[in-house]
């Protein structure tokens, strides 16, 4: 079968369909995070634009959150747009604000009712149309009072940016160089609140972090699927988490 016939239960890199019940009795990770990659892969295979593949990956975050609920992780980070996409064509760029700006109004309701608190990480700069940052402002509004699960959209995000940033607040803020410790600098992070992710799944094959939490990276457990990600599903969520579970997290130190 030619790769632009495929199915979703026929993507690549998927050996077995997993559900809950074949990890819940293993330690489930606190924090999830996706870079939900592969989405121009994906529509090229069929012929389609790539804007195509991205409408098609909606389905795709929608699922993985559910599956989190199922789950009962408490946090989920999502790669939504990083601050080298506006490197992409300005037309694929304007697609993707409105896409994301339209995905908002159209699930924010739905998440809500699910108890979904949605935040947002990255850079609030001229380059996002203030109407996307409108929607924004109301989904955060909207569900801020929600804790059985936490979504953060990485959305004109870079790791690099955040620790610049954090450096940046510290300055403002006259920390004296012997006080610009670890613990401080992750105060000034975006979400310091926020725990470092357990669990890291990338889509696509590709092996790269690509500039994602790079400050909480640091001992993060590495998942890499070759599933385009509008094809991944809850199932191969469970996939990762059954990968974790498998792993010995010793943290520098020995078993």
């Not at 725990?195 to 890291?200: A, F, G, I, R």
Request: hydrophobic share 40%; aromatic share 8%.
């Amino acid at each position: 079968m030619h790769d632009d016939e495929l199915e979703v239960g026929d993507a690549p890199g998927r050996d077995e369909v997993l559900t809950a019940a074949d990890v819940a009795d293993g330690p489930i990770p606190v924090h999830v995070a996706c870079v939900m990659d592969g989405n121009g892969r994906w529509a090229a295979r069929r012929g389609l634009p790539r804007t195509e593949g991205h409408a098609a990956g909606e389905a795709a975050l929608l699922d993985a959150v559910e599956g989190a609920l199922e789950l009962g992780i408490p946090w989920i980070t999502m790669y939504a747009f990083s601050t080298e996409n506006w490197r992409r064509p300005p037309e694929e760029v304007r697609y993707l604000m409105g896409f994301n700006e339209s995905l908002l109004m159209r699930r924010r309701d739905e998440l809500n009712e699910k108890g979904v608190r949605i935040r947002f990480a990255g850079r609030r700069d001229w380059r996002v149309p203030k109407r996307v940052l409108k929607r924004m402002d109301e989904s955060i509004e909207l569900t801020k009072g929600n804790r059985r699960c936490t979504l953060t959209m990485a959305f004109n995000y870079g790791g690099r940016a955040e620790i610049v940033d954090a450096v940046r607040e510290l300055v403002r803020d006259g920390v004296k160089p012997e006080k610009v410790t670890e613990k401080a600098i992750r105060s000034h992070l975006y979400f310091p609140d926020q725990p470092d992710p357990d669990l890291v799944i990338r889509t696509s094959g590709e092996h790269r972090i690509s500039n994602f939490l790079l400050w909480q990276l640091a001992y993060s457990e590495l998942v890499f699927t070759e599933v385009l990600w509008p094809d991944f599903r809850r199932s191969d969520l469970f996939a990762g988490v059954r990968d974790f579970q498998r792993r010995q997290r010793r943290y520098g130190g020995v078993t």
